[in-house]
């Protein structure tokens, strides 16, 4: 269920925050698409080896190590380097809090794209692998889709203690890779959770084993068909990225507009 302004703080939303509201409701009810869903059917065939590349102990472990190589990443490489912040005093970013949302929308918009982007060159250059390539492809993957999630919550001024950081990240992902309005509904609950406790619960949903399998089965298609193979992966992959993306903007913007006092 989306957030709903109260009665007292409604008056305090701008017209823009107001669209946002409408949006971060409409991407709750989303629904898969009708090849989406005809993929998300024929998905299972992939399930062996999906499971076969990345066991539940293996999954749990290695997303440990992506989310802490992806944290010290965006360390580096920070969002407080982009052009937009330029003269603007920003030295922190928790002090990008205070900014007007529309400004860190924007701000969230340039490295969704700049990813999008990135994750399209990335499955172009290993468009033309097989086994080994999806094996390397998916950690590369979701290295990629867990570095967006770092970026986009700093963008919205977001600061979480070395306990508090994976679990956040970790279920935004699991937001990210639900299907349907019913597990995004579970998977918001679990990310909410993981946030009050500080507490890590690193075992995956069964729409990110779902989520994994789709791109296995994409990359698998695409190498039926020679010549093709590379755009299917860039197509892919791109997709997977924007719509990692997205999920973290609605996250992280209902977020602040809670913690602004602007909805219950």
Known sequence: MAATPDTESQTALSDYERQQLREIAAWKEERPGVMSGV?????????KLTD??????AI???????????????????VLKDKMLDGKGISRVDLLAEQPLDFVDHLADRCITE??????GMG????????????????TLLFAALRLIHRVSSCYGNTFTPEQEPGVMMGVLT??????????????????QRIETSFIQAAME????????R?????????????????VNAYVNRQFILRIGTAAKRIFQEQWLREKGKIE
């Open 115 to 120: 990813a999008g982007h990135m994750a399209a």
């Open 124 to 139: 172009a250059a290993t468009g033309a692998g097989g086994p080994i390539s999806v094996a390397v492809g998916i950690p």
């Open 175 to 192: 937001v990210a890779l639900a299907t349907t309005p019913q597990q995004r509904a579970q998977a918001m609950e679990g990310y909410r």
């Open 206 to 213: 069964e729409s990110t084993n779902k989520a994994l399998q």
């Open 215 to 231: 791109l296995v089965l994409g990359q698998e298609i695409g190498a039926i068909v020679p010549g093709f193979n590379i755009a």
């Open 52 to 57: 076969a590349l990345l066991p539940d102990v």
């Open 39 to 47: 993929i998300g059917r024929v998905a299972s065939s992939a399930g």
């Open 60 to 78: 749990e472990k290695a997303l440990g190590l992506i989310n802490q190589a992806a944290g010290h990443l965006n360390q580096d490489d920070s």
